[in-house]
T-cell receptor
């Protein structure tokens, strides 16, 4: 079982809608959770990180963490065509050095 | 610029050749990471440095892969006797502090390596 699982998609939403991206992880010792956006041929770009249970909002983005259920999600409100990209979930395990474990990413397309 | 800089952006080599990939992290960043990203996959961890010390190299796929960061700044990932399966994008990332668990990693644009 991979440490981090994401639905590879593709996920398509109309412009202005809410896009919901989900990620589950296997290790209960995971302590830090990160969402990256990656455009085709580009490097991963940090969007948000979250450490505590609950919601964290930043502009149109909201990260949600539920450690009991071992999932973390990213909501994108008022989706724009420029949000079309692959979204990578990354998890850092407690005490596992500093490496991140990445999911395979979810491809999002926002349709104008 | 203030970001992580990698060079070259693209590298084509014949099977069996040695290659060297360079990473210049964000100034002041203690931690440096190398990842390998195959097409359609997420980045896979290769190795991690805290300053000049290589603290984790568990992700290096074989002894043909070698990384160094001699002065705690610029790092080089070397691949000897390259094989076709080495073709991938090699990403470098840096973060501010080594021991603090929660620091996000900032990525460079990567080196796209193609082995013919």
């Amino acid at each position: 079982q991979k440490e981090v699982e994401q639905n590879s998609g593709p996920l398509s939403v109309p412009e202005g809608a809410i896009a919901s991206l989900n990620c589950t992880y296997s290790d209960r010792g995971s302590q830090s959770f990160f969402w990256y956006r990656q455009y085709s041929g580009k490097s991963p770009e940090l969007i948000m990180f979250i450490y505590s249970n609950g919601d964290k909002e930043d502009g149109r983005f909201t990260a949600q963490l539920n450690k009991a259920s071992q999932y973390v999600s990213l909501l994108i409100r008022d989706s724009q065509p420029s949000d079309s990209a692959t979204y990578l979930c990354a998890v850092k395990l407690k005490g596992a050095g500093n490496q991140f474990y990445f999911g395979t990413g979810t491809s999002l397309t926002v349709i104008p | 610029g203030a970001g992580v800089s990698q060079s070259p952006r693209y590298k084509v080599a014949k099977r069996g050749q040695d290659v060297a990939l360079r990473c210049d992290p964000i100034s002041g960043h203690v931690s440096l990471f190398w990842y390998q990203q195959a097409l359609g996959q997420g980045p896979e961890f290769l190795t991690y440095f805290q300053n000049e010390a290589q603290l984790d190299k568990s992700g290096l796929p074989s002894d043909r892969f070698f990384a160094e960061r001699p002065e705690g700044s610029v790092s080089t990932l070397k691949i000897q006797r390259t094989q076709q399966e080495d073709s991938a994008v090699y990403l470098c990332a840096s973060s501010l502090m080594g021991r603090v668990a929660d620091q996000p990693q900032h990525f460079g644009d990567g080196t796209r390596l193609s082995i013919l």
